[in-house]
């Protein structure tokens, strides 16, 4: 059956500390990795990720995918009280389905 | 561009009645998306229309469903509302849907169903 384990399930830091957030999968036929940052409100896409080892970057938040030992991880770099929120890891397959990790809590203290 | 517009944002039922939901895809996008979000669950997929085809379904009861109009505007329907129903339901379109590069999903505001 096809899975999308996140990892940690929450975790609390500071302000300024970087986290890594992990995603690891097992599903037939691959197409493509996406990382989304839900608030209190509709999930905000992030990244899409197809090829392994080529890293994407928007500010502060970078992803890379490993499709040989199937897994993903976003990290977040000087975190603010912002980032604050649910990110979820979905993995699309070729039958018009995405399948979503149950995703990691994320709280940054002040 | 306009977003994903799901209406309505809100809604309170009593058990046994239906609800109708609506969803308005990114103009251009051809397949539109339903999912269900509660929190012990997460996301979980209902189904997938293009083309007014509907071309996946999730693991839910026969009391939901949807369907897709020509212009890509799409509505799921719960009969039968059970107290387990509450949670927010969720619509996301793309190009679509394949799941390939380029047809990332965009997700709307949701519409909260609270089941009394």
């Known amino acids: 059956e096809d899975k999308v384990v996140q990892s940690p399930l929450s975790l609390v830091v500071h302000e300024g500390d970087t986290v890594t957030l992990n995603c690891s999968y097992e599903?037939?036929?691959?197409?493509?990795l996406l990382w989304y940052k839900q608030e209190k409100k509709a999930p905000t896409f992030l990244f899409m990720l197809?090829?392994?080892?080529i890293e994407k970057k928007s500010g502060r938040l970078s992803s890379i995918l490993d499709k040989k030992e199937l897994f993903s991880i976003l990290n977040i770099t000087a975190t603010q009280t912002g980032d604050s929120a649910i990110y979820l890891c979905?993995?699309?397959?070729?039958?018009?389905?995405?399948?979503f990790g149950t995703g990691t809590r994320l709280k940054v203290l002040a | 561009k306009a977003g994903v517009t799901q209406t309505p944002r809100y809604l309170i039922k009593t058990r046994g009645q239906q609800v109708t939901l609506s969803c308005s895809p990114i103009?251009?996008?051809?397949?539109v998306s339903w999912y269900q979000q509660t929190p012990g669950q997460g996301l979980q997929f209902l189904f997938e229309?293009?083309?007014?085809?509907?071309?996946n379904k999730g693991n839910f009861p026969g009391r939901f469903s949807g369907r897709q109009f020509s212009n890509s505007r799409s509505e799921m329907n719960v009969s039968t509302l059970e107290l387990g129903d509450s949670a927010l339901y969720l619509c996301?379109?793309?190009?679509?849907?394949?799941?390939?590069?380029?047809?990332?999903?965009?997700f709307g505001e949701g519409s909260w169903l609270t089941v009394v």
């Open positions: 599903v037939t036929n691959f197409r493509s």
């Open positions: 229309y293009f083309s007014e085809t509907q071309r």
């Open positions: 996301a379109s793309s190009l679509s849907g394949t799941g390939l590069s380029g047809n990332t999903i965009y």
């Open positions: 197809t090829s392994s080892g």
């Open positions: 103009s251009g996008h051809r397949s």
């Open positions: 979905a993995v699309g397959r070729g039958t018009y389905k995405y399948i």
